[in-house]
């Protein structure tokens, strides 16, 4: 009996099974053998209960249950551990111990809803496959805002970091670009621009999870009206008590939001990175971009019809610029 040695025996294997050179992680509590051996100090309570998956510009800082909590009595209080990892886009070989590390012990926080905001899950070609392998249960919360005004966010978002190619190229030549532009100007394109494919993208989630474990929410409601938006959350995820927002957020005029209501009146807003003062987007973008997006609009009503969900008022509108 003779066998190659071990790399090229490996290398053999994954000839065989190429499929298997990516790793997936099952939920170690899911599998007797597995909770058997698994060390008393590791439990499947460190896993996230729901993931809020973007896309990026939507407005998801808002949908952080969490940025309330020291305001809140404990006792009585939703209290979400919170945090960005972007585990499930990683393509190195990402330990689930050390993904349940970055949660607190469920003995030390107040509610067992722990769960993870990485905004470029959302049109993610692996994640919902790494996500419904690792945690099949959970629940997940996507917003949506009309995908040009989204695009035109990203774009003045990657300029405030100074983003070399977004300060040397205007947002019509990066929505424009073609087969002829530098790579780079490509490369900026297609990160503004493919988030947008709503439709696509939200199937490729829905052919990992059933629609009874995904909210929609319109980021234009988000934006306007907080508090309804924040309740159908906490209805969805089966928070109870329910946390009252309507109490603990007032609109900020100068800020143009939203914002936290602090003791004596003052407010809390979120950061500056969001809800930048910006030129409006020109016409001509604006125009370009509805024609770019006109196909994946349509899906996406086809979608949201087949899921029972209303349709925003900006698809409404952009629906009627089809007919
Ligand atoms: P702009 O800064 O382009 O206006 P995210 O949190 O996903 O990065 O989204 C940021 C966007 O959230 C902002 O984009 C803003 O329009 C929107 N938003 C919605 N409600 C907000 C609020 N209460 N405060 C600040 N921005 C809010």
């Not at 469920?106 to 392998?133: I, M, Q």
């Not at 949506?144 to 190619?165: C, G, K, N, V």
């Amino acid at each position: 009996l003779q066998t190659l040695p071990p790399v090229q025996l490996a290398h053999k294997y994954f000839e065989l099974f190429p499929e298997q050179k990516d790793p997936l992680w099952q939920n170690p509590c899911d599998d007797k053998r597995h909770r058997d051996i698994w060390s008393r100090d590791k439990t499947c309570d460190h896993l996230p209960k729901f993931l809020v998956i973007g896309p990026q510009k939507t407005g998801e800082k808002m949908v952080n249950l969490n940025y309330l909590n020291k305001e809140c009595d404990p006792k009585d209080s939703v209290s979400l551990p919170f945090s960005i990892f972007n585990v499930f886009n990683s393509n190195s070989i990402f330990p689930v111990p050390r993904y349940m590390g970055f949660f607190p012990s469920p003995s030390n926080v107040t509610t067992d809803f722990l769960f993870e905001k990485s905004a470029n899950y959302f049109h993610s070609e692996e994640a919902p496959r790494r996500a419904a392998s690792l945690i099949p249960k959970a629940k997940f919360i996507t917003i949506l805002i009309d995908p040009s005004d989204r695009a035109y966010s990203w774009y003045q978002h990657q300029r405030f970091h100074e983003d070399p190619t977004a300060l040397k190229f205007n947002f019509y030549e990066v929505i424009t670009s073609d087969h002829w532009s530098p790579s780079e100007l490509r490369t900026l394109q297609k990160r503004c621009l493919t988030p947008g494919w709503y439709a696509a993208h939200i199937e490729r989630w829905l052919t990992h999870f059933a629609t009874s474990q995904l909210l929609i929410i319109d980021g234009q409601q988000l934006r306007s009206d907080p508090a309804t938006v924040m309740d159908e959350v906490q209805k969805f995820l089966g928070v109870s008590p329910h946390y009252n927002y309507s109490e603990a957020l007032t609109f900020d005029p100068q800020k143009g939001f939203w914002c936290q209501l602090l003791e004596g009146g003052k407010t809390k807003c979120l950061g500056k990175s969001k809800g930048r003062k910006y030129p409006p987007m020109d016409q001509e973008s604006r125009a370009f971009l509805s024609s770019y997006y006109r196909d994946h609009n349509v899906e996406l009503s086809k979608l949201l019809h087949r899921l029972g969900q209303p349709l925003p008022s900006w698809l409404r509108q952009e629906l009627q610029k089809v007919r």
